[in-house]
C-alpha cells in the first residue's frame, strides 16, 4: 500500500514536473518573439538606462547620510521603472492580448500548436509572460542597485530587507500589467490601449480631486512606500 502511494506521489510529480516545464518553454516563446517589438525595446532600453543612471548616483554618493541616500535612490529608481517599464510593457501587451491568435497568421502560434499547445491556453501565456517581462525589468536592475548599495557602504541588514520587498512589489507589480492589458483587450479588442489609458489615468486623475479614491497608480504608490519602510528604517 505504501509503494502504491509513494508511486503515485512520484507519477503526480513528475506529471507537475512536465506540466512546469512546458508552460515555462511557451512563456519563453512568446517573450523571445515579443521582445523584438518596438514599445518592449524601449522598455528594456529604459530600464537599463534607469539602472545606470542610478548606480553611478550611488557610486558618487558621499557625506555622512549617504546610506539613506542610496535608500532614497533604490526607491527612486523603482518609481521611475514603475511609470515607465509597465507603461510601455503594458501598452505594447494590451495590443498583442487583443490580437486573436492564429497559427495562420503568426508563426510563433503555428510553432506552439504544433508544439502540442492549444490555442485557448496561448492568451493566457501571452498574459503572463508580459508579468515576468515586468518583474524582471523592474525588480532585477533594482536587486543590482541594493548590492551597489552595499558595495558603498549601505548596511546588509538594510539589504536584506530591502531585497525581498523589491522582488515582492516587482511581482505585483508585474501581475497588475498583465491584468490591466488583459482586461483591456477583452473589453476593447479595437482600441486595447485607448482602454488602458481610461483604466489607469481615469482613477488616477480623479484621485487627485478625490484622494481617497483608490487607483492602480496610488495602490501601487503605497504599495511601495508600505514595503520599503523597514529598509527607510535601517539605512
Known amino acids: 500500500m505504501s509503494f502504491a502511494l509513494l ?5 503526480l510529480w513528475a506529471v507537475l ?3 512546469l516545464a512546458r508552460e515555462r518553454a511557451l512563456l519563453a516563446l512568446f517573450n523571445h518573439g515579443r521582445k523584438r517589438g518596438f514599445l518592449l525595446r ?5 530600464a537599463i538606462g534607469v539602472f545606470i543612471g ?3 548616483a550611488i557610486l558618487l554618493t558621499r557625506g555622512m547620510d549617504r546610506r539613506s541616500l542610496i535608500h532614497g535612490f533604490v526607491h527612486a529608481a523603482l518609481g521611475a521603472l514603475s511609470w515607465a517599464v509597465a507603461s510601455l510593457a503594458a501598452l505594447g501587451s494590451a495590443r498583442a492580448l487583443a490580437e486573436p491568435p492564429s497559427a495562420a497568421s503568426d508563426p510563433l502560434v503555428a ?4 508544439r502540442g499547445f492549444p490555442l485557448n491556453g496561448l492568451r493566457r501565456a501571452r498574459a503572463l509572460g508580459s508579468a515576468v517581462l515586468v518583474a524582471r525589468w523592474v525588480g532585477v536592475p533594482s536587486l543590482v542597485l541594493v548590492i551597489v548599495g552595499v558595495a558603498r557602504g549601505a548596511r546588509l541588514l538594510w539589504a536584506v530587507a530591502v531585497a525581498p520587498a523589491v522582488i515582492v512589489y516587482a511581482s505585483v507589480l508585474g501581475l497588475t500589467v498583465a491584468l490591466l492589458a488583459l482586461f483591456s483587450a477583452q473589453l476593447a479588442p479595437s ?3 485607448w482602454m488602458l489609458l481610461a483604466l489607469v489615468m481615469g ?4 484621485a487627485q ?8 497608480v496610488t495602490l501601487l504608490s503605497s504599495l511601495l512606500d508600505h514595503l520599503l519602510d523597514n529598509g527607510a528604517r535601517l539605512a
Open 42 to 46: 524601449a522598455a528594456r532600453l529604459y
Open 17 to 19: 514536473r512536465r506540466s
Open 111 to 114: 510553432l506552439a500548436v504544433g
Open 209 to 216: 480631486a478625490f484622494p481617497g479614491f483608490p487607483s492602480p
Open 7 to 11: 508511486d503515485g506521489e512520484r507519477s
Open 54 to 56: 542610478y548606480a553611478l
Open 191 to 193: 482600441r486595447p490601449r
Open 203 to 206: 482613477p488616477y486623475l480623479i
